[in-house]
């Protein structure tokens, strides 16, 4: 028998110097219906991205989600296929999507075709007509959907906490009710879609291998006789967050129980966002964090607990997630709530802030090393009225940023009594494991 020497673990070579932000050739111009045009030169592929971020807030819920759903059905001049073929001869493609803030249209295809990509965007957007075959069809998969997803306990523990952070912010629903979408009619759609679908305040991003004056002259060409009339409906401010009780739903018969905490944050034009972001990260942004050190990879009552802020137009929350056995809901709690009670009166150690500053800055470089990345990174940053030049100016204070820093930042936002809890689980078997530890309401949930 050959007797193999065991080898002594290879150490790990120091991490390198973190490059420097380097910003890409940029354009910008505000056409004279309002809308407002990016183009950002990234050769790396002979593609083009783009994204529309149009606002879109305080919209019916179950209206909007059918607009986005079939706004790209048909035109007057061509039916959902021929948008689609026409697409396909430039190897492009475009889709539409919602949220509490925005509608957006996205898609990609080859430089060479952009100008005939933003004809075909300017004639959805002057000339969509909602077809009623299109519609019923959409309307079907939209109902789907909607109620696969309400039996999911994620998406259960994600409606739960929205209602329970925002109270009557229309942030607080974001889900249409099923039979409110199947009411939604051609006729409403074209109403909504001439109130809400125009270029003032809207930003067209678009990134890729374009000379930028060139980009935003076709895109002039194509859109500037989009009509800069409608109505914007400006959303409230997002409340303050309001500690009480934690909140258990009820899921009986469930084998997990998931686990929601909402923390207070800051929006990314703060002092304080650069030093949340690295607190967040020591805490459970990233696989290296404590919070999944502790219940994943120590104690294993869970496979992937995340934390992350979650920035829209009308504020930040930040928002800690994790799905646990029933038996160890009690213990996961206690856990979170010690790791979180740990970082906000503790101040972390200087090898873990640095650890957590390259991931910040390396994720950074990540975000911006691809045309889509870029194209999505410049489309919400310009959502919130900033630019490209504001990645510079973060990476500064990420790099900045200081252990009294974190630790400020990490005691004003990440302690637990601060926070929102909610948990979805069979009430019968882990409210006794709850109740040992905090104050608990408890409410029907889904099954």
Do not use: C
């Not at 759903?69 to 001049?77: A, F, H, K, N, V």
């Not at 952009?114 to 077809?131: F, K, Q, S």
């Amino acid at each position: 028998m050959t007797t193999v020497a065991p080898t002594a673990p290879r150490t790990l070579p120091p991490l390198g110097p973190t490059r420097k932000l380097k910003l890409p050739k940029q354009a910008e111009r505000t056409l004279g219906n309002g809308l407002t045009v990016i183009a950002v030169r990234r050769p790396a592929v002979p593609l083009v991205e783009l994204r529309l971020w149009m606002p879109f807030g305080r919209v019916h819920l179950a209206r909007g989600a059918m607009l986005a759903q079939t706004l790209l059905s048909g035109t007057e001049t061509m039916t959902a296929v021929q948008i689609a073929a026409e697409l396909q001869k430039v190897g492009g493609g475009l889709s539409a999507g919602i949220d509490p803030d925005r509608l957006m249209l996205s898609g990609a295809g080859l430089v060479t075709g952009l100008d005939r990509t933003l004809e075909i965007l300017a004639d959805v957007l002057t000339g969509a007509t909602y077809p009623a075959d299109d519609v019923a069809t959409e309307r079907d998969r939209l109902i789907d959907r909607i109620q696969v997803a309400q039996s999911q306990p994620a998406h259960l523990a994600r409606t739960a906490l929205l209602k329970r952070i925002y109270g009557k912010h229309p942030y607080a629903v974001q889900t249409p009710d099923p039979e409110q979408v199947g009411a939604v009619r051609p006729g409403v759609l074209r109403t909504l879609h001439a109130q809400r679908v125009h270029p003032a305040d809207a930003v067209l991003v678009l990134v890729g291998d374009v000379q930028p004056d060139r980009a935003l002259d076709a895109a002039e060409k194509a859109l500037a006789g989009w009509n800069g009339a409608g109505h914007v409906a400006e959303l409230p401010p997002t409340p303050p967050l309001e500690p009480g009780p934690l909140l258990l739903v009820d899921r009986p018969g469930s084998v997990q129980s998931s686990l929601r905490v909402a923390l207070p944050a800051v929006p990314r034009t703060h002092p304080d966002h650069a030093a949340l972001q690295l607190a967040n990260l020591i805490f459970g942004g990233y696989f290296s964090s404590r919070w999944v050190e502790n219940i994943r990879e120590d104690k294993g009552y869970t496979y992937g607990p995340h934390s992350l802020v979650e920035h829209s137009v009308a504020g930040s929350v930040l928002v800690a997630a994790a799905e646990v056995a029933t038996e160890v809901t009690g213990p996961a709690l206690l856990e979170t709530t010690y790791e979180l009670g740990r970082l906000a009166s503790v101040p972390p150690k200087a090898e873990e802030l640095e650890q957590a500053r390259q991931y910040a800055l390396g994720t950074l470089q990540l975000g911006m090393s691809t045309q889509a990345g870029l194209a999505s990174l410049t489309s919400a940053y310009a959502g919130s009225g900033l630019r490209l030049d504001f990645l510079a100016e973060h990476a500064a204070r990420l790099a900045k940023a200081t252990v009294a820093d974190v630790a400020e930042a990490a005691a004003r936002y990440l302690a637990p009594a601060r926070g929102v809890m909610v948990v979805l689980g069979d009430a019968e078997r882990v409210a006794p494991q709850l109740e040992a530890l905090t104050p608990i309401v408890t409410e029907p949930g889904g099954q």
